[in-house]
C-alpha cells in the first residue's frame, strides 16, 4: 500500500517540521491539495509553497489540483517541483489533451473523480493515465466522513483495469482512516490519501505505519 498524507491538515506555522516528521516516517508520497475557489468552494495554497516544500524532501510529491483550467498552470507545477499532477475529470474539456501536456512536462498524470462522476466515464482515458484518484468525500474540505458507495466504484475500476491489463494505479481520497483503510486495500486500492487522520493524531507516524501495512 502506498501512503499518501495530505499536508491540508497539517500545521501550516510548522510545515518543515510536518515534512520532517513525513520524511521519518513510512509514508510514501506527500499529497498536496490546491483548490481555486471555484472548482471547489475553498481556497488552500499554491505554487510557492509547494516549491518550498520541494526543497524539504526527496519523496514523491503528488499534487492534486482542485481548479478549473488546470492546462494554465501545469508547466507552473512542473517548474515547482510536482511528480504526479492529478487533475479532475469534471475540471477538463479536452482532457486528454492535458494529460498529454502533464506527460511531456515529464510529470505523471493523474485523473481524479468526483463522487457522482462514474468510473464507467473514464472507459477512454485508462490507457494514457498512471493513476485514478477516487473522491471518497466531496472535494474541498478535509475532515468530512468517507462515502461508502466508495468500495463499489474501486471494485468496478479495479476489474476494468485488470481485464485491460493496465498498471494503473486507484488512490483514494477523503475520510480514509484505520477503520477503512483495510477494506480499501481489499477492494483494490493502490494508494490512500489521509490528512486529519494522520496529523490530528497524537502519534502521526505510528498512525502512517498502522496504514501502510492495513493488508499485510
Ligand atoms: C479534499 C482533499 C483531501 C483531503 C483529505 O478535497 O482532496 O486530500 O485533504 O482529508 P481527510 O483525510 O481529512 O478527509
Ligand atoms: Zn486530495
Same mark, same amino acid.
Given at each position: 500500500m502506498i501512503i499518501a498524507p495530505s499536508l491540508? /491538515?497539517?500545521?501550516f506555522l510548522h510545515l518543515e517540521a510536518e515534512a520532517q516528521m513525513l520524511n521519518e516516517s513510512e509514508a510514501d508520497w506527500f499529497h498536496l491539495d490546491v483548490m481555486d475557489?471555484?472548482?471547489?468552494n475553498n481556497i488552500s495554497f499554491g505554487l510557492p509553497v509547494i516549491q518550498q516544500i520541494r526543497k524539504t524532501t *526527496? *519523496?514523491? %510529491?503528488d499534487v492534486h489540483l482542485m481548479i478549473e483550467e488546470p492546462e494554465k498552470y501545469a508547466e507552473a507545477f512542473a517548474k515547482a517541483g510536482a511528480d504526479i499532477l492529478t487533475v479532475h475529470y469534471e475540471a477538463c474539456r479536452h482532457l486528454h489533451r492535458n494529460i498529454q501536456q502533464i506527460r511531456e512536462l515529464g510529470m505523471v498524470p493523474g485523473v481524479a473523480i468526483n +463522487?457522482?462522476?462514474?468510473?464507467?466515464? %473514464?472507459q477512454d482515458i485508462l490507457q494514457d493515465v498512471d493513476l485514478v484518484l477516487i473522491m471518497?468525500?466531496? +472535494?474541498?474540505?478535509?475532515?468530512q466522513r468517507f462515502i461508502p458507495h466508495t468500495y463499489q466504484k474501486i471494485k468496478t475500476l479495479r476489474n476494468r483495469i485488470d481485464q485491460l491489463g493496465l498498471q494503473v494505479k486507484i488512490e483514494v481520497d477523503g475520510g480514509v482512516d484505520l477503520s477503512n483503510a483495510k477494506a480499501l486495500g481489499e477492494a483494490g486500492a493502490d494508494v490512500l490519501v489521509a490528512g486529519t487522520a494522520v496529523?490530528? /493524531?497524537?502519534a502521526p507516524k505510528e498512525v502512517i505505519s498502522s496504514l501502510k501495512h492495513c493488508t499485510d
Open positions: 491540508l /491538515a497539517s500545521n475557489g471555484r472548482f471547489v *526527496k *519523496k514523491i %510529491l +463522487p457522482h462522476t462514474p468510473v464507467q466515464l %473514464l471518497s468525500v466531496n +472535494p474541498g474540505f478535509g475532515g496529523f490530528h /493524531a497524537p
